[in-house]
């Protein structure tokens, strides 16, 4: 079995990979991941990359990937930047799980590997949400992340649907 491995990205590093990013996102999307997007149009892919490139360079966020085969397979975020009132957590965004790359444990890594990050950087909560029922909430459950409610209507599916989110917290 070919080794997974985990990287950190920079601004730079983040640039150079915009089309695995892209290609990462694409896969989750066209499956119907609730992760913003409605559609797979590239422009908005390559759009959304790119901010998180300026994200990355102020440091308000830190992006992990996944390669498999050298390949980015995998990502997640961790907010940083939050209001002073609320220098004390962080979100967790954008894990994605390339379908090609599922079932190796990657998001559970990308994970812990993410919480341990906001830690290094002082945080002790964590926050994130979640379609509703969606195959990631057991994941985050199994963690020990703690749902602290549901709101209705939240997003708009890939099918154009309303779907529910699910908001969770962890305590670092």
């Known amino acids: 079995m070919t080794q997974i491995e985990y990287e950190w990205l920079d601004a730079q590093q983040a640039r150079e990979e915009l089309p695995a990013l892209c290609r990462v996102l694409k896969g989750c999307v066209a499956q119907g991941a609730s992760v913003g997007f409605v559609?797979?149009?590239?422009q908005t892919f390559t759009r959304f990359w790119q901010d998180v490139v300026l994200s990355l360079a102020c440091?308000?966020?830190a992006l992990l990937v996944a390669r498999l085969a050298d390949r980015i397979v995998a990502t997640v975020m961790v907010v940083l930047a939050m209001p002073p009132n609320g220098a004390h957590r962080a979100e967790v965004i954008k894990l994605?799980?390339?379908p090609d790359a599922r079932r190796r444990g990657i998001a559970r890594?990308?994970?812990?590997r993410a919480e341990e990050r906001a830690k290094q950087a002082g945080r002790t909560l964590l926050v994130l949400d979640t379609r509703s029922g969606?195959?990631?909430?057991?994941l985050y459950r199994s963690l020990g992340w703690q749902v602290a409610g549901e709101i209705p209507f939240y997003a708009c599916s890939t099918e154009g649907v309303l779907d529910a989110t699910t908001l969770m917290y962890k305590t670092l």
């Open 39 to 42: 559609d797979c149009d590239p």
């Open 109 to 112: 890594e990308l994970m812990l």
């Open 96 to 98: 994605l799980v390339h």
């Open 59 to 61: 440091g308000d966020k």
């Open 134 to 138: 969606d195959v990631a909430e057991p």
